[in-house]
């Protein structure tokens, strides 16, 4: 199995940036799909981003161009690198691993992280 353990999460202002990781054991990490998660009070969990390890790579039109997944296999360590960041992008954000391909859908990853609380003021 995949344990996953996130941090980075912090409080910044608007229009700041922040870098979040995700370290994960197990030792078929290589060839999960990593992805982000965030999930605000009142609201759904939400896909962010998404990195196959083909390296093929999804983001959320609402993150594109402002965050960047990255992910580095020999420390078994998945990045989300969020710069121009709002408020409304205040939430827990989550890590999760999938053994297949990229999803969008949060009940398609089979194993999580405990979450990091990032919050932006205005």
């Known amino acids: 199995q995949v344990q996953l353990v996130e941090s980075g999460g912090g409080l910044v202002q608007a229009g700041g940036s922040l870098r979040l990781s995700c370290a994960a054991s197990g030792r078929t990490f290589s060839t999960y799909t990593m992805g982000w998660f965030r999930q605000a009070p009142g609201k759904e969990r939400e896909f962010v981003a998404a990195?196959?390890?083909?390296?093929?790579?999804t983001y959320a039109d609402s993150v594109k161009g402002r965050f960047t997944i990255s992910r580095d296999n020999a420390k078994n360590t998945v990045y989300l690198q969020m710069s121009s960041l709002k408020p409304e992008d205040t939430a827990v954000y989550y890590c999760?691993?999938?053994?297949?391909?990229?999803?969008?859908?949060?009940?398609?990853?089979?194993?999580w992280g405990q979450g990091t609380q990032v919050t932006v003021s205005s």
């Open positions: 990195s196959r390890w083909t390296d093929e790579i």
């Open positions: 999760a691993a999938r053994r297949l391909g990229i999803a969008t859908t949060f009940t398609d990853y089979n194993y």
